[in-house]
């Protein structure tokens, strides 16, 4: 295991309920991702989860190589930070990440039957919380992509709190990844969050409660899930979005030479806006 700084996920949603906001979590495939987002949380001053699934820990050469990447990005960093596995599906990718030296690993069976979810979202538990590695788990559908799966539906695949409630003592997760409305990826429809839901999930379930999906989601409504309970939101595609777009006009513009910081410079500028301006809705300022 690598020598690292990360505090288990727990501590920083602990912080999070204390205060009553929510953590940002954003997706990072690069160094330049990971320092563009170290550098917004130690500006503002907040707690921050830096987090990636597999198709980024690959990019970036392997689970240890993510580490070492995440440890360079944040190694002088005063702010508290979490290092996150996001949609992990086996047990392998959790083991290796706990090998690794992420402090926080999330694992999405919500795709299999009740029953096989507890048991492998148990397992991971089992393995990870004796290193104090947090364990976020899933339960009820997100729309949009989840892995190689396309959820589609509206209110039927949201999170039952009743259920919530038994899969949270029988699996002894750490937080809660609810399904309450929103979706994956870029939004197709015009989501609406279901608070009510949300606040009969939080009356059963003494957990940190996280908001996947949360890039695209109208901010009054994320300001809202969090005043009723939101701990974790996850934020990728709107990083992406901003960089991607960034990048284009960059290079149309007249008198345009090529350098590293003129071509990259000006996207990483693009995702530390969207990556601030996301960190102050989140901690409610
Ligand atoms: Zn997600």
Not at 80 to 101: K, M, R, S, W, Y
Not at 108 to 123: C, F, H, I
Request: charged share 25%; glycine share 8%.
């Amino acid at each position: 295991m690598i020598k690292t700084n990360f505090v288990p996920m727990e501590e920083v949603l602990k912080i999070a309920e204390d205060r009553g906001i929510a953590i940002g979590a954003f997706e990072f495939w690069s160094y330049e991702v990971a320092r563009a987002i170290i550098e917004c949380a130690q500006e503002l001053d907040v707690p921050v989860i830096l987090q990636c699934g597999r198709l980024e820990i690959n990019r970036m050469g392997g689970m240890e190589e993510t580490v070492m990447t995440a440890y360079m990005a944040c190694k002088n960093a005063t702010v508290p930070i979490a290092l996150h596995l996001d949609h992990a599906t086996t047990f392998e990718d959790c083991n290796e990440a706990v090998n690794a030296g992420f402090s926080s690993v999330m694992i999405d069976a919500s795709a299999l039957p009740y029953e096989q979810n507890v048991e492998l979202t148990r397992k991971v538990a089992r393995r990870a919380q004796p290193f104090g590695v947090t364990v976020e788990g899933e339960l009820g559908r997100l729309v949009g992509e989840e892995g190689d799966i396309a959820v589609k539906g509206p209110e039927s695949a949201q999170t039952d709190p009743e259920e919530a409630l038994r899969y949270a003592e029988e699996t002894k997760v750490d937080a809660l990844a609810v399904s309450i409305g929103t979706a994956h990826g870029q939004y197709t429809f015009k989501p609406k969050l279901n608070i009510p839901r949300l606040d009969k999930i939080k009356e059963k379930v003494n957990l940190p409660i996280v908001l996947h999906g949360g890039s695209g989601t109208p901010e009054d409504q994320v300001r809202e899930a969090i005043r009723h309970g939101i701990r974790k939101v996850n934020i990728c595609t709107d990083i992406q979005v901003a960089m991607g777009k960034t990048y284009i006009e960059t290079q149309k513009k007249q008198g345009f030479k090529y350098s590293c910081q003129n071509l990259w410079g000006p996207s990483v500028e693009a995702a530390k806006n969207v990556i601030r301006e996301k960190m102050k809705m989140f901690a409610l300022m």
